[in-house]
């Protein structure tokens, strides 16, 4: 029965109560939904607006339904119409008229704004544990190719030698920035929506201070019209949410390349990778490429709240019910990516040989060569179009600049003397490398030691 049927003369078609009903996704908010109602029930007994006789009852009964829901005795239906008003029919049906007293001072839209925070707070606590494990199993591999020199890349084409590890580094950088995302998207959702009503606030003597300290909140919701009307929190989520699957995902998009006959830089874990239907001799990479695909699904997610929220005038809407499955799924989504993109990485196998073979193809030590005549007094412009043209011989005889004769590359400049052979060799580029946040060995080793510094405060 209807909690709201006193205004109605006539009962809800079934395929209203079907349409308008939420509690097929949004009974995942059980726990939430009870930790608030255990907590709106206190504060109802120390502020006297209902007798701690009832407000016991009405504990020892959301205790049991808690147990109940828990060991799966407990089956929600459409009838329902949402976890809220779900839990308290049933503790109404089982402790009678105590049980109607608990709704006393709030609303369906403060107690879901509640819930859905309390959520939030949870999962992106969860999220960020799950960052942490992978920013963990990256520094370990980046510890492993310290020594692993690499083409680093800009539009796909080789450009200068970086090590493996540096490269990893730069994806833990993202990494880092998704965690603080995370963190800093968790302390602006942390204000206490619940004692806000419907939209204006409630004419009873409640204690919102207690109920902060009782649901472990860090501020109270200072405008009751924002507290219900506010989805910035799940929104911001969201975005975080994608910003993180576009970082998965570009990284994944190197692991397939890498992972090809044409890169050989890698090779894909047995336990991560699939095979063909037809073709006996594939190794397919899909558990990368199917994070790819699914941060198509994440975006979707926050463009759906987006969408919903877009035109909504305050406060509470109905629109805002369709607010929890775009976030669920992007929740469950995220989290699942994270897990398994973290064991796949741990368990690739990097090949050395062929990443330094192929640093060695491509003129990526043509930058040091113009660095080298610029340490020679040549403006650095004129350096860039001596190396250019150099480049352009070396294309032409198909040689690397490392194999033209010192005669031959003074026809270019009379300021290249023996020493250049040793500044273009690809490990020399790599350590030659001075300014801070660079590839070299040093560098890099100080980059790590600050990573896990970072590690150690997430």
Known sequence: ????????????????????????????????????????????????????????????????????????????????????????????????????????????????????????????????????????????????????????????????????????????????????????????????PLGAGALAGTTYETDRAFLRDELGFADVCPNAMDAVSDRDFAIEFLSAASITMMHLSRFCEELILWSSSEFAFIEMDDAFSTGSSIMPQKKNPDV??????????????????????????LAYNKDMQEDKPPVFDAADTLKDCLSVFAHMISAIKVKPDNTEN???????????????????????????EIIGRIVLKCLTEKKSIEELSLDELKQFSEHFGGDIYDCISIRSCIAAKKSEGSTSMNSVAEQLERLEKNLAGL
């Open 358 to 384: 192929a640093a060695k193809k491509g003129f990526l030590n043509a930058t040091d060569a113009a660095d080298y005549l610029v340490k020679k007094g040549v403006p650095f412009r004129d350096c860039h």
């Open 288 to 313: 990368a490429e199917l994070i790819r695909g699914k941060t198509g699904r994440v975006y979707g997610s926050l463009v759906t709240l987006l969408t919903i929220m877009k035109g909504l005038p």
């Open 1 to 192: 029965m209807k909690l709201w049927r006193g205004r109605f003369s006539k009962i809800a078609d079934k395929s209203t109560d079907e349409f308008n009903a939420s509690i097929s996704f949004d009974q995942r908010l059980y726990l939430q939904d009870i930790r608030g109602s255990l907590a709106h029930c206190r504060m109802l007994a120390k502020q006297g607006i209902i007798p701690r006789e009832d407000a016991e009852l009405i504990e020892n009964g959301l205790g049991v339904i808690l147990a109940d829901i828990e060991e799966g005795k407990i089956e929600f239906t459409a009838e329902m119409e949402d976890i809220h008003m779900g839990i308290e029919s049933i503790l109404t049906e089982r402790i009678g008229d105590a049980g109607k007293k608990l709704h006393t001072a709030r609303s369906r839209n403060d107690q879901v704004a509640l819930d859905f925070r309390l959520y939030l707070k949870e999962e992106i606590t969860s999220i960020r544990t799950a960052l942490r494990t992978l920013l963990e199993a990256l520094s370990k591999l980046a510890r492993g190719n310290q020594d692993t020199v690499m083409p680093g890349y800009t539009h796909l084409q080789r450009a200068q030698p970086v090590t493996f590890a540096f490269h990893m580094l730069a994806y833990c950088q993202m990494f880092l920035r998704d965690s603080g995302r995370f963190a800093d998207c968790q302390s602006r959702m942390d204000q206490l």
